[in-house]
């Protein structure tokens, strides 16, 4: 969990970020967690779309998404989602708390 102080800041930087995926009326597939894992690794925050056809709740998507990926969610705003997992490679910029 964060403290409100990470949390604002997560949120500052996740607002120049462009979203990197689209979660549809398909839902969550593997390859999509794949790759989102991947992003993951080498950003540790990405912000995702839920497309409005998406029959289940953005909340309901954002909780699977976050444990499929082992992310914590930041927030959820209209109908993107941030998250975010420490990365443990090295040649990565860490975000700094």
């Known amino acids: 969990m964060f403290t409100t102080k990470q949390r604002s800041k ?26 989102l ?8 925050l990405i912000k995702i779309t839920v497309l409005n056809n998406v029959e289940d709740d953005i909340s309901d998507i954002a909780a699977e998404l976050a444990e499929k990926l082992r992310a914590e969610i930041v927030c959820i705003i209209g109908h ?14 860490h975000i700094e708390f």
């Open 37 to 44: 894992s991947d992003a993951l690794e080498k950003r540790e």
């Open 10 to 35: 997560l949120r500052s930087l996740a607002q120049n970020e462009e979203p990197i995926g689209q979660v549809g009326k398909g839902g969550l597939n593997e390859n999509m967690i794949n790759g």
């Open 80 to 93: 993107k989602v941030v998250l975010y997992r420490y990365s443990h490679k090295d040649n990565v910029k």
